[in-house]
């Protein structure tokens, strides 16, 4: 450990201060680098294994995709027919998360549940309360259908989106 200096110090004790570094030597312009190998190919992913009736906890990562997204849907769908018993408005992300539950009893995040319902508010499937971020209906158009009906008229017009672009940068580049 150093020893401070003290006032009582005689200045011969004092470090000297130190040089001022030298100027910095250019570099030589770099030769070209040589074309690099191919990668090695991955390895193939393991195959994806349900596991055993043993007892073991289960994780969400068993339940499939979208499985939080329905789960979330039947709930809002629930509460906006008044079918959903001891819950008060505003429905909250916070509520939503503590009514999905697995066969556990484990809940997800509520940042999870943030996200869909943001989601879903900001392309028109529900209408959203934003302080406190709450379910607050669905909109004319989609409350009479299925969440299922809502994706696929989503990815019906991402793909219309993405072949407009493909026009575009053809037409660009013609």
Do not use: C
């Not at 770099?30 to 994780?59: D, F, H, L, R, Y």
């Not at 509460?79 to 503590?98: N, R, S």
Request: charged share 25%; no cysteine; proline share 9%.
């Amino acid at each position: 450990m150093a020893r401070r200096a003290t006032p009582d110090t005689a200045a011969a004790e004092k470090p000297a201060p130190a040089a001022k570094p030298a100027a910095k030597a250019t570099k030589a312009p770099a030769a070209p680098k040589a074309a690099k190998a191919p990668a090695a190919p991955k390895a193939p992913k393991a195959p994806k294994v349900k596991p055993e009736p043993s007892g073991e906890k289960q994780t969400r990562q068993h339940f499939g995709r979208g499985w939080l997204a329905a789960r979330i849907d039947s709930i809002l769908r629930s509460f906006d027919a008044g079918t959903l018993k001891d819950v008060e408005a505003p429905l909250t992300v916070h509520k939503i998360a503590q009514l999905v539950t697995n066969v556990n009893g484990e809940h997800p995040s509520t940042g999870a549940v943030t996200a869909a319902i943001v989601r879903w508010g900001e392309t028109g499937y529900i209408k959203v309360n934003k302080k406190p971020l709450a379910f607050n209906g669905f909109t004319a158009k989609w409350k009479d259908s299925t969440l299922d009906a809502f994706l696929d008229d989503q990815r019906a017009k991402s793909a219309k989106a993405r072949a407009a672009a493909r026009a575009d940068k053809a037409k660009a580049s013609a």
